[in-house]
């Protein structure tokens, strides 16, 4: 067995080396690779010049701000609706979340205001919350989905809880996928919590598998009519990791009337979205076996990247009990744990030596890690051979700092 002191020093003369190398390395967000974005490169021209509808509009012109019904149709295969209740966006459903939170603003009276945060969750989410001065309380994740009975009874208890964030399949960051139960039992939720709550049912990685036989998410809006609570959900995707991440569409799914005064709001500050863009969409993607095969071609490009750094992670830190991890059937992020009290260091010695990672506590409302152990891991973007660089680097940072702190 190797003497930990002498390990230790062995680490510093490792992590030394990576400092003077002068590494400039970004592991910090979800980000397409260039040969990711080059697959949807049909995009431009695909138009040909015939910007009309099939029922003869002109897309090119003003108005309609739910979107072309065509596109409408193949935001409803994405994000499992029906067309008439999607509406079709500009790049980001980010952006729709935003408003949608500013709409519902009034609704809720300008009392105070409370969002349930499944963690660890998405960063955005919290900032949206915190944009709003809406108060964040936090629930734990599982396998299958957030604890559903804890929701319930904070729900029960609490009239000020308005919301609740969810990333339903392949979370950020951890990549589970919620399971029929949950599923069944978000439809329900409402009852108890009343007309203006609302489930936001970020759907950012539905067709986003690194396995070809993915998970199965079941469908909300059908559990929510069954259940007659569609007036309380709102479903988002985009195409933000589909086609072109900064020119791509986004989706927003509720009940019709919901949808309806959702864009009598909008109307105040709109005419509508870009409707030619949502048109190369529809041209360039088709269906939902169209997304399908483009997504596989994806898989092909991000699943080896995925593979480097759960192998750098086996070979260098297991069996070790320094770190633990998931091993990600989909999505865009591998989530990994460190020793109570480590992450904010782990990241720090990274930074010196060269690589960028996301910062501890983003997975947390406020930035705020209880136990500072969560670390989000983004191989997506830089090539295979920046990647194990960075990884190398990584697995240092985390074995040094682990055996610092247990030998100082």
């Known amino acids: 067995m190797t003497d930990p002191r002498a390990r230790q020093s062995e680490l510093l003369d490792i992590f030394d080396t990576y400092i003077d190398a002068g590494l400039k ?8 690779a260039a040969e990711q974005l080059d697959l949807s490169n049909e995009l431009d021209g695909i138009l040909e010049g015939f910007y009309l509808l099939q029922g003869g509009t002109d897309a090119r012109n003003y108005g309609g701000i739910l979107g072309i019904p065509e596109a409408r149709q193949l935001g409803a295969e994405f994000i499992g609706a029906k067309s008439e209740q999607v509406m079709v966006g500009g790049n980001s ?71 609740i964030w969810c990333v339903p399949k392949y979370s950020n960051p951890t990549g589970n996928t919620y399971s029929k139960e949950v599923v069944e039992q978000f439809a329900e939720i409402p009852k108890v919590a009343g007309d203006n709550f609302r489930v936001f049912w970020d759907n950012a990685y539905a067709v986003h598998d690194l396995v070809e036989q993915g998970d199965e998410l079941p469908g909300l809006m059908t559990a929510a009519e069954k259940a007659g609570t569609t007036d309380n959900i709102v479903m988002l995707g985009s195409t933000s990791k589909v086609t072109f991440a900064g020119a791509g569409i986004s989706f927003l799914a509720t009940s019709t009337s919901q949808l309806a005064a959702f864009e009598k709001f909008l109307s105040d500050q709109m005419i509508g979205f870009d409707k030619v863009n949502q048109l190369r969409h529809v041209r360039f993607l088709k269906d939902i076996d169209g997304i399908k095969a483009h997504m596989a071609k994806h898989r092909d ?108």
């Not at 010196?352 to 670390?375: H, M, Q, S």
Request: aromatic content about 8%.
């Open 25 to 32: 390395l970004d592991l910090t967000r979800g980000k397409p």
């Open 93 to 163: 459903s980010l952006n729709l979340m935003y408003q949608y939170v500013e709409h519902m603003m009034a609704h809720w009276g300008g009392e105070p205001v409370k969002f349930l945060c499944p963690v660890p969750g998405y960063d955005r989410h919290f900032t949206i919350c915190e944009h709003f001065d809406i108060e964040m309380i936090t629930v734990p994740l599982n396998d299958d989905g957030p604890d559903m009975q804890q929701v319930k009874e904070l729900i029960s208890k609490d009239a000020a809880i308005k919301g």
């Open 301 to 408: 490009i991000i699943k080896p990247k995925f593979d480097l750094v759960l192998k750098k992670l086996e070979e260098h830190l297991a069996g070790k009990n320094m770190a633990s991890w998931n091993s990600p059937r989909g999505g865009y992020f591998i989530s990994l744990d460190t020793r109570p009290g480590l992450a904010t260091t782990i990241i720090s010695m990274a930074a010196d030596a060269g690589v960028k990672l996301t910062p501890a506590g983003a997975t947390f409302p406020y930035g705020k890690d209880p136990e500072n152990t969560n670390i989000r891991l983004a191989p997506t973007f830089p090539g295979l051979a920046e990647l194990e660089s960075a990884m190398d680097v990584f697995v240092t940072c985390v074995e040094l700092a682990s055996l610092n702190a247990e030998l100082d």
